[in-house]
């Protein structure tokens, strides 16, 4: 049975896999994180894929999954990963993504509620593999630095995207004030105030840390520094 969110998760992750196929043995090279290669990347979405599956599993065996042990062994896990073949990389990546939408797709409707332990975030419901997972197939696409640009994003990515993100930076203390008013306007509470038009996609680019903004038009200042997106 589909659930809510498959069908758009599904097509990101076969947009993933399809740019990861043009790679070949291209994974060496840097990507746009900065100290982190290609493979670093796609063991790091693979790994990622690999927790939310873990997740809904122990939800179905009445157990609160751990999403993963620690920051450092994620990290060591990513690192690690990274050096093997590339054709092992693209074929890992491959199998988790598969694994996670049939394990989101079998997942029991009574147990979407069910809890687990989110690396950074405690313990929330495993409803949010579905979100969170797309928000990595997307995101980290464009950091592959392979052709695949913010301008790609679907437009329900964006919209959903960019209005939590907005949320977010408005309640973060490092952060100045910002609201959304119209689908391509950003106030932001600097002094003086800023405003910022453009894109949606480019709204959400800078927001996210995936451009500096010289596409945003901003009237009143410069445009203002905001910290990485969490």
Do not use: K, N
Request: aromatic fraction near 4%.
């Amino acid at each position: 049975m589909d659930r809510p969110g498959w069908g758009p998760l599904a097509d990101s992750g076969a947009r993933l896999l399809s740019t990861t196929q043009t790679l070949t043995d291209d994974l060496r090279g840097p990507s746009a994180l900065p100290g982190w290669t290609r493979a670093h990347v796609l063991t790091h979405v693979t790994q990622a894929a690999d927790s939310r599956t873990r997740l809904l599993l122990a939800a179905r065996e009445g157990r609160v999954g751990r999403q993963y042990p620690s920051e450092q062994a994620r990290a060591e896990a990513i690192d690690a990963g990274a050096g093997r073949p590339a054709a092992v990389i693209r074929a890992e990546l491959d199998r988790a993504i598969r694994e996670c939408l049939d394990a989101i797709r079998e997942h029991p409707a009574r147990l979407w509620d069910a809890p687990a332990i989110w690396l950074g975030a405690g313990r929330r419901p495993v409803r949010g593999v579905v979100t969170s997972l797309r928000r990595e197939l997307e995101y980290h696409h464009v950091d592959l630095g392979a052709g695949y640009q913010p301008a790609d994003w679907p437009g329900d990515f964006v919209e959903t995207e960019l209005s939590r993100v907005v949320d977010q930076m408005d309640r973060r203390a490092d952060a100045p004030p910002m609201t959304r008013t119209e689908p391509a306007t950003l106030h932001v509470g600097t002094g003086p105030p800023v405003t910022v038009t453009g894109p949606p996609a480019s709204l959400l680019a800078w927001l996210s840390g995936r451009s500096d903004g010289r596409d945003l038009d901003v009237a009143g200042s410069a445009l203002p520094a905001i910290p990485p997106l969490a």
